[in-house]
């Protein structure tokens, strides 16, 4: 499967963004896709997951409360609405797919480019 991330930018505190990721083939609800960062000078960390049929959803600790994830099998899609934006969310977002549940980022096959989200006032 291919992924393609877009939708980021740059806001102000307090702000939102919603990124959205495309996936090609046929298979998408077959996957689990989740959404990690990458800020500057630091490791790719772990943001939110969802299930095959998203009905099951985990979220960081950072962003619980803030940010919701979403999919829309029918579009092969997955969305990342990012509410109440903070400076330290400033970073690379990556959506990613694996066959299973799972959280560790080498547990995901297929990643998508990435896309800057900038919170800076």
């Known amino acids: 499967v291919q992924l393609q991330a877009f939708g980021g930018g740059s806001v102000q505190p307090g702000g939102s963004l919603r990124l959205s990721c495309a996936a090609s083939?046929?298979?998408?609800?077959?996957?689990?896709m989740a959404w990690f960062r990458q800020a500057p000078g630091k490791e790719r960390e772990f943001v939110t997951v969802?299930?095959?049929?998203?009905?099951?959803?985990y979220y960081a600790d950072s962003v619980k409360g803030r940010f919701t994830i979403s999919r829309d099998n029918a579009k092969n899609t997955v969305y990342l609405q990012m509410n109440s934006l903070k400076p330290e969310d400033t970073a690379v977002y990556y959506c990613a797919a694996a066959s299973r549940w799972s959280l560790p980022s080498y547990e995901y096959d297929y990643w998508g480019q990435g896309t800057q989200v900038t919170v800076s006032s």
């Open positions: 969802i299930s095959w049929r998203g009905d099951s959803t």
């Open positions: 083939g046929r298979t998408f609800s077959s996957y689990v």
